[in-house]
């Protein structure tokens, strides 16, 4: 077969879908460590002055998130992680944001959940949410 | 093939990218898991291409880059990022990166980058 004009053998395909469940291993440690992380900010972090305080610690992680979440099939992760860098990027540059510790907090709420492979858990009416609570921010 | 050296935090993206460097036939010389130590490597192996992580504790991509760039102006740097912020990408672009993955990637797109890069 050819992957991006070269061809690829059988066996090197063979060792790429072998290391994939490593690769998935691998990632999904990494983001239970990122949540965990996440979840020990919040814990000292109760209101958005707070959040403010600790915005660039906590995009950090969310970038990690952001990143690698829909490389290991997490794309509702992917897409939590990516609204809430949005807004913890806005923090970060603009100052404290009415009500951004209690959506940070859900966000992390809502990523841990799909982690632990919870199903009911929903990213269209968060996205919708954040985004009627912030148009300024999500029309940029 | 070319010789390829990669820097990132990250032990999975590190994964995925050396299963792209192995379809792609290419030769991986090093493997950092942070910023530090990187223009040392370089300067050691001189790798055709460095795929180098923006977002690294202790020392960031960016920072790198330019070290590198001002060691060997010529060097083929792919920066590798979550951030999609333009003018994050200019700023590598114009500190000397030759091309820009944004991340999630897949296999196609991180080997045509390469296989332009090393032809460039």
Redesign the interface.
């Known amino acids: 077969m050819t992957v991006a004009g070269i061809k690829v053998s059988i066996k090197d395909m063979c060792q790429v879908v072998k290391m994939s469940d490593e690769f998935l291993r691998v990632a999904r440690q990494e983001i239970k460590s990122e949540i965990d992380s996440l979840k020990k900010i919040l814990l000292s972090c109760t209101n958005d002055k707070q959040l403010y305080a600790e915005s660039n610690n906590i995009e950090k992680h969310m970038h990690k998130i952001k990143g690698l979440a829909p490389m290991m099939e997490q794309e509702k992760m992917g897409k939590i992680a990516k609204i809430s860098d949005q807004i913890v990027k806005h923090v970060s540059s603009h100052g404290t944001l009415t009500g951004s510790h209690d959506i940070i907090s859900e966000a992390v709420k809502r990523m841990s959940g799909l982690l632990y492979g919870d199903l009911d858990i929903q990213v269209d009416d968060f996205e919708k949410h954040v985004k009627n609570t912030y148009p300024d921010i999500f029309e940029l | 093939m070319s010789s390829i050296m990669l820097v990132d935090d990250?032990?999975?993206?590190r994964?995925?990218l050396k299963?792209i460097l192995?379809?792609?036939?290419h030769d991986l010389v090093a493997e950092l898991s942070s910023g530090i130590g990187v223009l040392e490597e370089y300067v050691k192996l001189r790798p055709d291409i460095v795929l180098l992580d923006m977002?690294m504790?202790k020392k960031d991509g960016l920072t790198v880059l330019k070290e590198i760039i001002s060691y060997d102006p010529k060097a083929r740097i792919i920066m590798i990022?979550?951030?999609d912020n333009q003018e994050t990408v200019k700023e590598c672009i114009r500190a000397g990166a030759r091309s820009y993955v944004l991340?999630?990637?897949n296999?196609?797109e991180v080997?045509?980058i390469i296989?332009r890069v090393s032809k460039s």
């Open positions: 990250s032990d999975a993206i994964m995925v299963d192995v379809i792609g036939k977002a504790p990022s979550a951030s991340k999630p990637f296999f196609h080997l045509d296989n």
